[in-house]
């Protein structure tokens, strides 16, 4: 299995953005999104405010890959469902609420509710 490297989870984790863009059925990577990411211990970790019901979250489901950028570190990852893992969803809530610490807390609060809980997402480097 790969593994993110040192510069890459730092430069990532800096940055208060990553662009998403999951894998079609057909192998062709939707248009991009924006979304939050954390790093908890050696991985980073996203969620979608609106859940599982989110496009680009369901886009996620139908390959498990997908293509991501921020800070400059390109990489085509895979996504691995934590939906039901309850340590590790509270460990990234408080990840969420550390980092993004500055923004207000109602927005802040969106993305650590039950619903955004249910899309947390590991990403995984793909070679």
């Known amino acids: 299995m790969t593994t993110w490297t040192t510069d890459e989870l730092t430069t990532i984790s800096a940055e208060d953005e990553l662009q998403?863009?999951?894998?079609r059925g057909d192998g062709t990577l939707t248009r991009p999104r924006t979304v939050w990411v954390v790093r908890h211990g050696d991985a980073l970790y996203v969620r979608s405010v609106n859940g599982?019901?989110?496009?680009?979250?369901?886009?996620t489901q139908a390959r498990h890959q997908g293509h991501i950028l921020?800070?400059?570190?390109?990489?085509?990852?895979?996504?691995?469902?934590?939906?039901?893992?309850g340590d590790v969803n509270d460990q990234i809530d408080a990840a969420y609420r550390s980092k993004y610490h500055g923004y207000p807390?109602?927005?802040i609060d969106t993305i650590i509710t039950p619903q955004a809980r249910s899309s947390t997402l590991k990403l995984q480097p793909l070679s």
């Open 105 to 107: 807390k109602g927005t």
């Open 70 to 85: 921020s800070g400059g570190v390109e990489k085509d990852v895979t996504f691995e469902d934590i939906d039901g893992d």
């Open 52 to 59: 599982r019901t989110s496009a680009w979250f369901r886009s």
């Open 20 to 23: 998403i863009a999951p894998q």
